[in-house]
């Protein structure tokens, strides 16, 4: 039988129905609330689509939850207080856990270590719940407490969402444009290749740092008539800056939105006037070209939600915080997606090379860096070592996998291309190390990260001409000033000669 308390069967001024409404709206905008403050703060990194998925998720938990308390009451007030008291338990559980986890008397992440840390929290919550069934006053004046702070927290992320999207079209009006060169006077310009090597480390380092002579990867690569540079150097040790930075002719001081910046990229949208196919193997969504017409994307969070950082944070921060932790002690061979993230571009750059042009082909292979699932023949690394930075044996077996397939690439496209092509092949950064687990850690000096490897083949020009330590933000430029009729200041480029 349903109790009913004095308060339930006694009102004096009952509230309008505007009012209840209003008292019964915030519950639901506090569900989403952990949504949109992560979202917020990661919103560069994060596609909207990921976050409405999740506020959706978050809202429905809500719902479900709001349907259950009336087996509890049917006091409109008191049924929103209980289901914020209980979202707020669901969404602030999992940072509470990792702040007591150590003090626990038994082994982390595990369901007793769980059970003994909710006793706490959930006892608090139960006898706030208790207590609030039971107060025989109105509620009404906390309702309204709760409602202006949520609306405020929601409205400052809302703020902040919108200004974060409405700002390109602010900016469009503004914005610097790059001086792009007239087009270059001839029925077929070249195919151009960039390959983006990710934490591919100089020829130089692997020797300092590996005692690995790679020279021979390069001295092939220079066999196939490509340059390639010596004491080579990035501004930039994070992907982003440097991909923007590479991207936009070298104008990029690592300020702002560098995701933006890869995005609408110059150097996609120049050739784009210049009549090229965009073609890209992405590993983000967040650095998705905005231009691009045709797209290959393997996403891991096929696999499961726990490969997305967004969704796993939400999942780590609250209740649920137990799957995401005994999911990666049980999850399925996810070395295996991780091998066909890079295997794909593999298997279908073939097809693509013989496709019709001109066209621009931008791979950014996530390879050699972590997780560590080759190794120097491809085959498949043990398990336990995919992040081992500690044995250099596993980065470096997987640096000496992809410069053997980066020359068989290179060997490939030169063979199969209508016409000869512009090929890049060069790192974002080089060699960073580790300073993650400590049992796999390894530190690198940050001066010894930036020594990088760069490679272009540039058909009708000599590689000689070319600075020795041409560094990767100019080898755009160099290649709309060759082939483009360009006027970029190359600050480390000597000026070609033409091959005879």
Not at 24 to 33: I, K, N, T
Not at 275 to 288: A, H, K, L, Q, T
Request: charged content about 20%.
């Amino acid at each position: 039988m349903i109790r009913r308390y004095p308060s339930e069967m006694r009102q004096a001024h009952p509230p309008a129905t505007g009012e209840k409404a209003r008292a019964r709206l915030y519950p639901f905008l506090f569900a989403v609330y952990p949504v949109l403050f992560l979202y917020r703060h990661n919103i560069r990194e994060v596609p909207a689509h990921e976050a409405l998925a999740a506020a959706a998720v978050c809202l429905a938990i809500a719902i479900v939850s709001y349907w259950v308390l009336k087996a509890f009451t049917v006091d409109a007030e008191r049924r929103p207080l209980l289901l914020f008291l209980f979202l707020l338990l669901f969404h602030s559980y999992g940072l509470y856990y990792g702040l007591i986890s150590g003090l626990l008397p038994v082994a982390a992440d595990t369901l007793p270590s769980h059970a003994l840390a909710f006793v706490p929290l959930g006892g608090m919550w139960l006898l706030l719940s208790w207590a609030l069934l039971h107060y025989p006053g109105s509620p009404r004046a906390l309702n309204r407490i709760l409602r202006l702070s949520v609306a405020c927290l929601v409205c400052w992320n809302l703020a902040g969402i919108l200004a974060h999207h409405a700002r390109p079209l602010l900016d469009r009006g503004r914005q610097r444009h790059v001086s792009r060169p007239a087009p270059a006077r001839q029925e077929q310009p070249p195919d151009i290749y960039c390959f983006i090597l990710d934490e591919f480390a100089a020829v130089e380092s692997a020797q300092s740092l590996f005692r690995y002579d790679n020279s021979a990867f390069a001295q092939e690569l220079r066999d196939l008539g490509f340059f390639v540079a010596r004491n080579s150097r990035c501004r930039f040790q994070k992907t982003e800056q440097a991909l923007a930075s590479l991207l936009n002719f070298g104008e990029h001081d690592g300020r702002g939105d560098s995701f933006r910046r890869i995005r609408g990229n110059a150097v996609a949208a120049s050739l784009k006037q210049h009549g090229y196919r965009i073609i890209e193997f992405p590993v983000s969504p967040v650095m998705f070209m905005e231009v691009a017409d045709q797209r290959h994307y393997y996403s891991l969070a096929r696999v499961s939600v726990f490969f997305n950082d967004f969704y796993r944070t939400l999942f780590e921060r609250s209740l649920l915080c137990y799957l995401p932790r005994r999911w990666s002690r049980s999850r399925p061979d996810s070395a295996r997606y991780y091998r066909q993230r890079v295997l794909q571009v593999f298997e279908r750059l073939p097809g693509i090379v013989r496709g019709p042009g001109p066209k621009f082909v931008y791979v950014h292979l996530y390879c050699p860096h972590e997780p560590f699932v080759f190794d120097a023949q491809g085959g498949a690394v043990p398990d336990g070592h995919f992040w081992d930075h500690a044995n250099p044996r596993y980065y470096l077996q997987q640096y000496i996998f992809t410069s053997r397939q980066m020359a068989a690439v290179a060997s490939l496209i030169l063979r199969d291309s209508a016409r000869p092509p512009v090929v890049l092949i060069q790192s974002d950064h080089g060699y960073r190390g580790s300073r993650g687990r400590k049992t796999w850690q390894r530190r690198v000096d940050p001066e010894e990260s930036a020594k990088v490897f760069n490679a272009l083949h540039l058909p009708g020009f000599a590689p000689e001409s070319i600075d020795p330590s041409l560094a990767p933000q100019n080898n755009f430029r160099l290649v709309f000033n060759l082939y483009f009729g360009g006027r970029y200041p190359p600050p480390s480029i000597s000026t070609p000669r033409l091959t005879p």
